[in-house]
């Protein structure tokens, strides 16, 4: 399957919770472990006039770190964050935002990850690292 089908097919099943914030996964690359997700975020997901609200940007970055694994590693099922540490840098205004997520390191049933976002203007405005559970499929 060629990388523009799997990431059509990546972007047809986005859950809910990304597709309010119009996600879009951009770009993997499977062998290094990493994903690139966009994100255009609407005022309705702020405070403080056009700032978005912290929960929201921590979605983007997971989402990013999660997706670099989905698409280096075809059995996996799920992966349930464990832990998750988020360091606001920058505030993230509404508009578009690109979340980076990698893969440091992955064993059978556990992964460590990092991400990164980039605010509309251009800078870091957050990063993260998350410890995850590796669910696979089952083989049949």
């Not at 990304?18 to 770009?27: N, R, S």
Request: glycine share 6%; charged share 20%; proline share 4%.
């Amino acid at each position: 399957m060629s990388k523009a089908e799997k990431l059509k097919i990546a972007n047809a099943h986005l859950p809910p919770c990304l597709q309010v914030l119009h996600g879009e996964l951009l770009d993997f690359d499977d062998t290094a472990g990493t994903a690139e997700m966009q994100f255009d975020v609407s005022e309705q997901f702020c405070h403080s006039v056009n700032v978005v609200q912290g929960g929201n940007v921590t979605v983007m970055l997971d989402a990013a770190m999660s997706h670099a694994l989905f698409m280096q590693q075809a059995d996996v099922a799920a992966i349930p964050t464990l832990e998750l540490k988020v360091s606001f840098l920058e505030p993230t205004l509404a508009g578009r935002s690109v979340a980076r997520g990698k893969v440091v390191k992955c064993g059978k049933s556990i992964a460590f990850l990092e991400g990164s976002l980039i605010n509309p203007a251009g800078q870091l405005a957050a990063v993260a690292s998350a410890t995850a559970k590796v669910v696979r499929k089952k083989a049949d």
